[in-house]
C-alpha cells in the first residue's frame, strides 16, 4: 500500500524523492571521501618508515592564525644545528637532514618535465628513516655528502619523462643551470592527495645548500632502533636540541616533534572539518525534504479522507491507520536514503580516486547511520499526518467527496 502510494503521485513523490536522496548524498559523500582520505594518509605515513620522528621549526599543521602567531618567530633550523644534533645524537639508527623546493624544471638532452618537480636536499640516513627504495643504481654515501659530489637520484615520473628509450644511469641532467651525474632511480611509490611521490629528484644535501637553499628551516629525520626504544630516542633528541637551541630550563621547545601517529591525528583534526561541512549541507536538504513529505502526506490524507472513513466504518482503530500512514512517510524517506546512499558512494569513491587516495574505503558506520535518519525523518515528519488521519470522525470522512 506505501509503494502504491508512492506509484500514484510520481512527481509529487519523486522531488521530495530527489530532496532526500541530495541529504543523503551530502552525508555519504562527505563520509566516503573523509573515510578515504584518512586512510589513504594514515597508509603513506605508516609507509615512510616505522619508529621515524620528526623535528622542525613548526607543526607540518597550523590551524588558524593564532596557531600560527605563536610559531611565526620561532627560529629556523639551520644546517649548523641540524648537523651538530647529528653528530651528538647516539641512540638513533638513522638520521637524516631534508630541505625541499618545488615547482622546479628538470632538463636533459633536448627533453625538460614540467615544472612540477620537487627538488629533495638529504643525505645518506633519508632512505633509512623515510623508507625510500633505489631499485636501479645506489643510494648516496656519506662520501657524495662530505665531498659534494654533484650526483642526483631521479623519481620513476621524472626518468620516463627525460629517458623513455635508455637508462638514465650516468647520464646528465639540469637543473636550475647546474649539471647533475644520475646514480639512481627511486622505486615508483604512486601518489597521495593527487600529488604524484614519483616527481621528485634528490641532490646531496651539501649540493642543495650550495645551489638551492634559501633561508629556510630544515627537517631533521630520526629513526628508533625499534618501537620500544622510539621514547627513549625522542627524549634524548629533545634534549639536545634544547641545548642547541639554547632553550632556557622551564621554557617550552622552539622547536617540534612530529611523530606518524601526530601527524595523523593532526591530519585527522583537519578533516573533521569536511565531515561538519558535509553532515551540515546533508541536514539542511533533509529538514527540507522532511517538510516536503509532511505536506505530501497532509494532501495524501486530504485526498483519501473517504477511504479512512471506510476503513474506521469497518472496524479500523486509531493506531491502524496512524501505521498506515507514518510507514508510508518511512518508505518514502527509504526510497530517497538508498538512491542517495548509492549517489554518496559513487561520488565519494570517484572523489577519492581522482585525488589519487591509495585506500578508498566505504563508511559502513555512515550508511547504517543514513538509513537510522531516514527512518527518523519518516517518523518525524510523518506522525502529524498520521495523527490528523486517525483523528478524522469516520461519519464526516464518509460523507467527504
Known amino acids: 500500500m506505501a509503494f502504491d502510494a508512492v506509484r500514484a503521485n510520481k512527481l509529487r513523490s519523486g522531488l521530495t524523492l530527489l530532496s532526500i536522496a541530495i541529504g543523503i548524498f551530502a552525508i555519504i559523500g562527505a563520509g566516503t571521501a573523509v573515510t578515504s582520505l584518512n586512510n589513504s594518509v594514515n597508509g603513506e605515513l605508516a609507509s615512510l618508515g616505522q619508529n621515524t620522528f620528526q623535528i622542525r621549526r613548526r607543526p607540518s599543521i597550523i590551524m588558524g592564525n593564532r596557531e600560527w602567531m ?75 655528502i662530505n665531498l659534494n659530489r654533484p650526483v642526483i637520484i631521479l623519481g620513476r615520473d621524472v626518468a620516463e619523462r627525460l629517458f623513455p628509450a635508455f637508462s638514465p644511469l650516468g647520464q646528465q641532467v639540469s637543473v ?28 646531496p644535501i651539501t649540493i642543495y645548500q650550495k645551489y638551492f637553499a634559501e633561508f629556510v628551516s630544515l627537517t631533521i629525520y ?10 627513549f630516542v625522542v627524549d634524548e633528541s629533545i634534549g639536545i636540541m634544547r641545548t642547541i637551541r639554547n632553550v632556557k630550563p622551564g621554557d617550552d621547545n622552539n622547536f617540534e616533534i612530529e611523530t606518524n601517529e601526530s601527524l595523523a591525528a593532526s591530519f585527522s583534526g583537519l578533516t573533521d572539518y569536511l565531515t561538519i561541512f558535509g553532515f551540515a549541507s546533508g541536514a539542511i536538504a ?35 491507520i496512524m501505521s498506515q500512514f507514518v510507514i508510508e512517510a518511512i518508505t518514502l524517506c527509504q526510497i530517497g536514503g538508498i538512491f542517495g546512499i548509492i549517489l554518496g558512494l559513487m561520488g565519494g569513491l570517484a572523489l577519492g580516486s581522482a585525488l589519487g587516495f591509495q585506500q578508498a574505503s566505504v563508511p559502513i558506520n555512515w550508511v547504517v547511520g543514513s538509513v ?3 527512518t527518523f525523518l519518516g517518523i ?6 498520521a495523527w490528523k488521519a486517525a483523528s478524522l470522525d469516520p461519519i464526516e470522512a464518509l460523507r467527504y467527496e
Open 372 to 374: 537510522a535518519i531516514c
Open 70 to 144: 605563536k610559531y611565526r618567530n620561532r627560529k629556523p633550523i639551520d644546517f649548523a644545528q641540524a648537523r651538530e644534533f647529528k653528530r651528538q645524537m647516539e641512540s638513533a639508527e638513522a638520521i637524516s637532514i631534508n630541505d625541499s623546493e618545488n615547482r622546479l624544471v628538470v632538463k636533459a638532452n633536448n627533453l625538460s618535465t614540467d615544472p612540477t618537480v620537487s627538488v629533495e636536499g638529504i643525505d645518506e640516513g633519508y632512505f633509512v628513516c623515510n623508507n625510500v627504495t633505489i631499485d636501479e643504481g645506489r643510494e648516496f654515501t656519506a662520501e657524495d
Open 286 to 320: 533533509l529538514i527540507a525534504a522532511g517538510v516536503g513529505i509532511m505536506n505530501i502526506m497532509l494532501v495524501s490524507v486530504k485526498e483519501r479522507t473517504r477511504e479512512i472513513g471506510v476503513r474506521k466504518a469497518i472496524g479500523a482503530k486509531r493506531w491502524n
Open 176 to 203: 636550475k643551470g647546474h649539471r647533475f651525474t644520475v646514480i639512481g632511480l627511486q622505486k615508483k611509490r604512486g601518489s597521495v592527495l593527487g600529488e604524484s611521490l614519483d616527481d621528485v629528484v634528490y641532490v
Open 222 to 231: 630520526v629513526k628508533a632502533p625499534n618501537k620500544e626504544s622510539s621514547s
Open 380 to 385: 518525524l515528519f510523518g506522525s502529524y499526518p
